[in-house]
């Protein structure tokens, strides 16, 4: 089964520029999270759809993010305009289970991609 | 939110068993307490969950006191790939979202 995959897995860019993260889902999976880590600190949510709809927008650190989830299937996270302050390591996951249950925090994470903010 | 604390690092050599101890003492009554496991350039990997007592998988062992304020990871008879970050997680109290709240982690080096 394939896993959770993020695209691209490095990404360059100077400030003011656009930049689009993907993560595709594992098949099947409703819950799909994004977080990020920023230089030095701890990995924080983002936000969570279930299927296509935001459940918790509540990370989204400004208005310059904007996420989607076309169909239910995969995500996109666009940065728009990016900057410094925005380098980091952006993480999608995905579950299936429901909070509150024996394996509900089980969330399958990416590979992650890097992103730079020259 | 359930602040969660651990150590920030371990050392262990390989074939030990290794403990690493997490205090939450303001878990919600809802939350369970979770555990990752994340590698360099890796994402964190799901280890184990628990809401109390003990439970145990093919990986690890997680021990959950009655009053819940704190819980013990128990990885038996380490290997060299077992270096990793750990992850301690508590909840945020909410009943209907599955965001899940990292703290700083600890960086556990196994030695030959």
């Known amino acids: 089964e394939a896993g959770v995959t993020q695209f691209p897995s490095h990404s360059v860019i100077e400030k003011g520029q656009t930049v689009t993260l993907r993560c595709d889902p594992i098949?099947?999976?409703?819950?799909l999270y994004w977080y990020r880590r920023v230089m030095g600190k701890e990995i924080k949510f983002l936000l969570h759809?279930?299927?296509?709809?935001?459940?918790?927008e509540s990370g989204m650190p400004n208005n310059r993010f904007l996420a989607e989830r076309t169909g239910g299937t995969y995500s996109t996270l666009k940065v728009q305009p990016a900057e410094l302050e925005d380098s980091g390591v952006y993480f999608c996951?995905?579950?299936?289970?429901?909070?509150?249950?024996?394996?509900?925090?089980?969330?399958?994470f990416g590979p992650g991609t890097r992103l730079t903010v020259l | 939110l359930a602040k969660t604390t651990q150590p920030i690092s371990m050392d262990s050599y390989e074939g030990q068993e290794v403990n690493i101890t997490c205090s939450h003492n303001?878990?919600?009554?809802?939350?369970?307490i979770t555990w990752y496991q994340q590698f360099p350039s890796q994402g964190p990997r799901f280890i184990i969950q628990?809401?109390?007592t003990k439970v145990t998988n093919e990986v690890a062992s997680l021990f959950i006191p009655a009053d819940r304020k704190s819980s013990t990871l128990s990885l038996p008879r380490v290997s060299l790939s077992d270096t990793a970050v750990y992850y301690c997680?508590?909840?945020?109290?909410?009943?209907?979202?599955?965001?899940?709240?990292f703290g700083q982690g600890t960086t556990l080096q196994v030695k030959p």
């Open positions: 996951a995905s579950s299936q289970e429901s909070k509150g249950t024996p394996r509900g925090n089980e969330q399958f």
């Open positions: 098949s099947g999976h409703d819950n």
């Open positions: 759809f279930v299927k296509e709809s935001k459940q918790d």
């Open positions: 303001n878990i919600a009554t809802n939350d369970y």
């Open positions: 628990g809401y109390k």
């Open positions: 997680l508590g909840g945020d109290g909410s009943s209907n979202t599955g965001k899940l709240i």
